[in-house]
Nanobody, 122 residues
Framework: GQVEESGGGLVQAGESLRLSCTVS????????WGWFRQAPGKEREGVSC??????RTNYKDSVKGRFTISRAENTLYLQMNSLKTEDTAMYYC??????????????????WGQGTQVTVSS
């Protein structure tokens, strides 16, 4: 199986981007999935996650009210509005082990794609 992220780019602060993640061969519908990001020199962090039925979502505090996660057949989305310079990072999607209010963590068996770069300039 594999995941492929797309939709990143260079934008100015306050603008929007919509990320997509196409999943194949990983039984997408059966699992909770999430978006993760890693900025240079920083650890990877969970940004948002969504349950298998699409009903329950959670977000990192700093993106609440600005980002919206959704899912459709074999595809995960992340709508990012009001982008800030601190959102600059490589963004990845992955199967999620824990999707909670305090943390969002990937499955230890998650397959990772190449990611999509989001750069927000001031």
């Amino acid at each position: 199986g594999q995941v492929e992220e797309s939709g990143g780019g260079l934008v100015q602060a306050g603008e929007s981007l919509r990320l997509s993640c196409t999943v194949s061969g990983l039984n997408f519908d059966a699992y909770t999935w999430g978006w993760f990001r890693q900025a240079p020199g920083k650890e990877r962090e969970g940004v948002s996650c969504i349950s298998s039925d699409g009903i329950r979502t959670n977000y990192k505090d700093s993106v609440k009210g600005r980002f919206t996660i959704s899912r459709a057949e074999n595809t995960l989305y992340l709508q990012m509005n009001s982008l800030k310079t601190e959102d600059t990072a490589m963004y990845y999607c992955a199967k999620t082990e824990y999707c909670g209010l305090s943390k969002i963590t990937p499955s230890p068996f998650a397959a990772w794609g190449q990611g999509t770069q989001v750069t927000v300039s001031s």
